[in-house]
């Protein structure tokens, strides 16, 4: 791994803290095979912009990348009020290609309520927990490839060669943050690289996000705002609904539960 550029040694670096926690600085050098000022240089960046925390002679990612099953509890309520506010944009007989994450299981969820039209769709996802939700319910494609359990998804580029195979009417997106100057982000530069693979292949895409979001962007930007459809939040500030508007993106908020 001592070939690794450092875009690619600050994802694997994110993907070990988030898979095990907490690593000492000598294990991630040990892990990368990078020399140790170069490891220690690499936490500094990262550290500084947010995403880990240098504690006790290595580091953890930051309290905000928590684990999958932590994020599915956080606002289920309001993901489901958006997931059912995504729904209104589908019509029968498309292809959908439903990401992977908490929100995006909300919208799986959501569409198991709605059997009338759930039927009649083809929806394809690299999400394990989706597909197991939908299993039965439509007609079904799971993209294979590499498991990234934070969020139980497949990645990699077996599952970048299998999605390139389709097109899609529509691709419902989630992501960790939106900068405000750069688009949606995403904590994983693997999964970034991947939505924006089937956002080429989409004729819409709708980001579905709550409000809270927007402000402080993540490592890896994947769309500017005119690539996006559509916005599905539960509240947007003047200053985000001005970005999306602007750069011709519409914005749907939510109705109360």
Same mark, same amino acid.
């Given at each position: 791994?001592?070939?690794l550029?450092a875009?690619e040694?600050? &994802?694997?670096?994110?993907? /070990?803290?988030r898979?095990r926690?907490?690593m000492? $600085?000598q294990a991630?050098?040990?892990?990368?095979g990078a020399?140790?000022?170069?490891?220690?240089?690499?936490?500094?960046?990262?550290?500084?912009? *947010? &995403?880990?925390? @240098?504690?006790?002679?290595?580091?953890?990612?930051?309290?905000?990348? !928590?684990?999958?099953?932590?994020?599915? =509890?956080?606002?289920?309520?309001?993901?489901?009020?958006?997931?059912?506010?995504?729904l209104? /944009?589908?019509?029968p007989?498309q %292809?959908?290609?439903?990401d992977a994450? %908490?929100?995006a =299981?909300?919208?799986a @969820?959501?569409?198991k309520?709605r059997?009338?039209?759930?039927r %009649?769709? @083809?929806?394809v996802?690299?999400?394990?927990? !989706?597909?197991y #939700?939908?299993n039965?319910?439509? #007609? /079904?494609y799971?993209?294979g490839?590499?498991v990234?359990?934070?969020t139980?998804?497949?990645?990699?580029? #077996?599952?970048?060669?299998?999605?390139?195979?389709?097109?899609?009417d529509?691709?419902?997106?989630?992501? %960790?943050s939106? #900068?405000?100057?750069?688009?949606?982000?995403?904590?994983?530069?693997?999964?970034?690289? &991947?939505?924006a693979?089937?956002?080429?292949?989409?004729a819409?895409?709708?980001?579905?996000a709550?409000?809270?979001?927007?402000?402080?962007?993540?490592f890896a930007?994947?769309?500017?705002?005119?690539?996006?459809?559509?916005?599905? $939040?539960d509240?947007?500030?003047?200053?985000?609904?001005?970005?999306? &508007?602007?750069?011709?993106a519409?914005?749907?908020?939510? *109705?109360?539960a």
């Amino acid at each position: 791994m001592s070939n690794l550029h450092a875009q690619e040694r600050h &994802q694997r670096i994110m993907q /070990l803290l988030r898979e095990r926690g907490f690593m000492k $600085t000598q294990a991630l050098i040990a892990a990368l095979g990078a020399s140790g000022a170069t490891v220690r240089r690499d936490l500094e960046a990262l550290a500084a912009a *947010g &995403q880990i925390d @240098r504690v006790h002679g290595g580091a953890s990612p930051r309290s905000g990348d !928590i684990r999958y099953l932590q994020r599915q =509890r956080q606002e289920a309520p309001a993901k489901a009020r958006l997931a059912a506010a995504a729904l209104d /944009l589908l019509r029968p007989g498309q %292809t959908v290609y439903l990401d992977a994450g %908490t929100t995006a =299981r909300a919208v799986a @969820r959501a569409l198991k309520r709605r059997p009338e039209l759930t039927r %009649t769709l @083809r929806v394809v996802t690299h999400g394990i927990d !989706i597909a197991y #939700d939908l299993n039965g319910e439509c #007609d /079904l494609y799971v993209v294979g490839g590499e498991v990234y359990g934070s969020t139980y998804s497949l990645t990699g580029p #077996d599952a970048l060669r299998a999605l390139e195979r389709y097109r899609y009417d529509l691709f419902f997106v989630g992501c %960790t943050s939106i #900068d405000p100057e750069r688009g949606p982000t995403n904590s994983n530069l693997t999964e970034a690289h &991947q939505k924006a693979a089937i956002m080429a292949r989409s004729a819409k895409s709708v980001l579905i996000a709550d409000g809270h979001k927007w402000g402080a962007g993540d490592f890896a930007p994947f769309a500017h705002f005119g690539q996006l459809s559509a916005w599905v $939040t539960d509240q947007a500030t003047p200053e985000a609904r001005a970005a999306f &508007q602007e750069a011709g993106a519409e914005v749907l908020e939510a *109705g109360p539960a």
